[in-house]
């Protein structure tokens, strides 16, 4: 047959050959180990805790080399495409400190739009260039064009499924059509020339000479040695609209876009010796490729299971909602991408995770298991060291998208709302009160009238009496201006009174002795000031309330006694 003629045949109409293409995208002048990476989302709708994960080590491990990180869209499947998926995700993932140095990335008002020459980088934009590349490999007799149409390969699929399920052989079945579309590589030109006449469609399929049987050795940089059985399956290169598939885009667009890693996720490891075939058919050097383990999470009953888009923490946006700071986020991910990651925080604390180098073989083989514990833990640690004025920032923000009403109170007094975030921070060993945003408020609630409740009741075992006469006596003896010192001789002064113990030490050594000791009567007066029995440095919270506030809440405490 004469291919040449047939290709002219199929596609008669291009202007671009793959010679013009080639020169249009000449290979990237980068310095020696710059690696050049990419994300490459179907704008399907948000980002998923699992598409963060590649997207992470991509941007690391370009950034960290002096690389390139570029974005690509691929909508190549358009019934399954979300209006403004991939504006929402560019903002997602910027959230998130994942930022785009090429590609298809928003522009100043707000639309995606292409920044880099080796562009278009969205794949519906690229039709011209994959049917460049499908008329070549049909001139050169390693793909064709096969007429079956979508629905009597359906129509086959379905007969494999109702097969399977009545238990017959359906490996036969299966056999069956795969005889039936490899009869579609027997074709004449006459033929192909009748079907066009008629304007039936056709899709580009590749023509697989591989022998299963047959393995090539292959090193992929997270799952290790692998052996990869050659394909013979004639897969799907252009469908009938021209659009590519996954594969065939992968191979074109990794190429000329100068990928070096290709970063993605496990479910393509299947995948691969298609690749392999396709890039060897293209003449294409195949980049180097990472495939990373799905995120895991435990079931109720203790298993693990895929971490699926409807699972609590999918949802990338949601982070933003429940009130998790980003850094923590990205800092939980990085404890799950590197094993050493942790270890390296411990010693590096003050530095923020792009400090810190990120190491490929430090990878999890098998899945990342997911879980909130950890990732309020590390955001516990990283809110604590923020500063009053950074967590002031946050709160505020957060709060504007989410408690309009505490918002207005934080805005409201600034210097008041900082001086009780600055409670505790700084030292060496920081409060660790806030994990998220969300805990702001009944952390610090009751510093204002709008919020304070008697959350807690009085320490039990005690009698009204001692509460009442303990707050009566604290109100004619207190003196905002105070040293702590003399605050709180007063207190143990107050304790002697009552019966109670003003020395711990006395009280330990003889507990019987007293009605109770001085810790139990500040709590008296801590439930009163603030409502609850666990709050921050008490002299401090009636410095920042002020005299006022103070002596009318312990005012209402004795009329409520
Ligand atoms: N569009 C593919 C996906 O969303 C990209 C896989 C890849 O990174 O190559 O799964």
Redo the contacts with the bound molecule.
């Keep these: 047959m004469d291919f040449n003629y047939l290709a002219d045949l199929l596609f008669p109409n291009l202007t671009e050959t793959t010679e013009d293409i080639e020169k249009r995208f000449p290979p990237r002048n980068l310095p020696e180990g710059a690696k050049v990476t990419r994300f490459?989302?179907?704008p399907t709708g948000f980002v998923h805790f699992g598409g963060l994960f590649p997207s992470m080590v991509a941007e690391r491990l370009a950034h960290q080399s002096g690389g390139v990180f570029y974005l690509r869209i691929?909508d190549t499947d358009a019934k399954r495409e979300v209006e403004g998926a991939a504006e929402g995700l560019i903002k997602t993932l910027s959230t998130y400190g994942i930022n785009f140095d090429e590609g298809a990335i928003l522009d100043e008002s707000g639309k995606v739009a292409d920044h880099g020459i080796y562009g278009p980088y969205k794949q519906s934009m690229r039709g011209p260039i994959y049917q460049a590349f499908a008329k070549k490999l049909i001139s050169e007799g390693k793909a064709y064009p096969c007429f079956t149409t979508e629905e009597e390969l359906d129509e086959l699929q379905q007969v494999n499924k109702k097969e399977e399920i009545k238990n017959t052989n359906w490996q036969e079945e299966a056999e069956a059509r795969r005889a039936k579309m490899l009869a579609g590589r027997n074709f004449t030109i006459e033929e192909v020339e009748e079907h066009l006449k008629a304007g039936h469609p056709f899709v580009v399929r590749i023509l697989a000479m591989g022998d299963p049987e047959k393995k090539t050795k292959f090193t992929d940089l997270v799952k290790g040695s692998l052996e990869i059985p050659e394909n013979d399956e004639d897969f799907v290169l252009l469908k009938s609209d021209g659009i590519p598939t996954?594969h065939f885009a992968?191979a074109i667009d990794d190429h000329f876009m100068g990928t070096t890693h290709?970063i993605?996720?496990e479910e393509?490891l299947p995948s691969l010796a298609k690749h392999i075939q396709l890039f060897s058919y293209l003449g294409f050097k195949l980049p180097k490729y990472m495939h990373i383990a799905q995120i895991m999470r435990l079931d109720e009953n203790g298993n693990k299971k895929k971490l699926s888009k409807r699972d609590m923490g999918a949802n990338m946006d949601d982070y933003t909602r429940m009130g998790y700071s980003p850094e923590a986020v990205c800092e939980y991910v990085m404890t799950l991408l590197n094993s050493n990651y942790e270890e390296w925080h411990a010693q590096n604390a003050d530095k923020p995770y792009t400090a810190f180098p990120f190491n490929i073989k430090k990878m999890s083989v098998s899945g990342c298991l997911f879980d909130f514990g950890k990732l309020n833990d590390v955001s516990k640690n990283i809110v604590s060291r923020m500063s009053a004025d950074e967590v002031y920032e946050k709160v505020v923000d957060w709060a504007q998208k989410f408690d309009k009403e505490f918002a207005v109170e934080l805005t409201s007094d600034e210097d008041f709302a900082k001086k009780i975030l600055a409670i505790g921070r700084g030292g060496k060993k920081p409060r660790k009160d806030i994990t998220t945003w969300v805990d702001v408020k009944p952390y610090m609630g009751f510093f204002y009238d709008k919020y304070f409740a008697m959350i807690d009741s009085y320490t039990e075992g005690f009698k009204k009496d001692d509460i009442k006469k303990t707050l009566v006596s604290f109100l004619e003896t207190y003196d905002a201006n105070d040293e702590m010192n003399v605050w709180f001789d007063k207190i143990k002064k107050i304790a002697e009174e009552l019966g109670f113990a003003s020395d711990m030490k006395a009280y330990k050594a003889n507990p019987a002795a007293y009605k109770g000791n001085v810790a139990d009567i500040s709590s008296f007066i801590r439930v009163a000031v603030t409502g609850k029995q666990n709050a921050p440095d008490l002299y401090t919270v009636m410095q920042i309330i002020g005299e006022q506030k103070t002596r009318a809440r312990i005012e209402n405490a004795i009329k409520a006694l």
């Design positions: 490459a989302p179907s691929e996954y992968h290709v993605r996720g393509w």
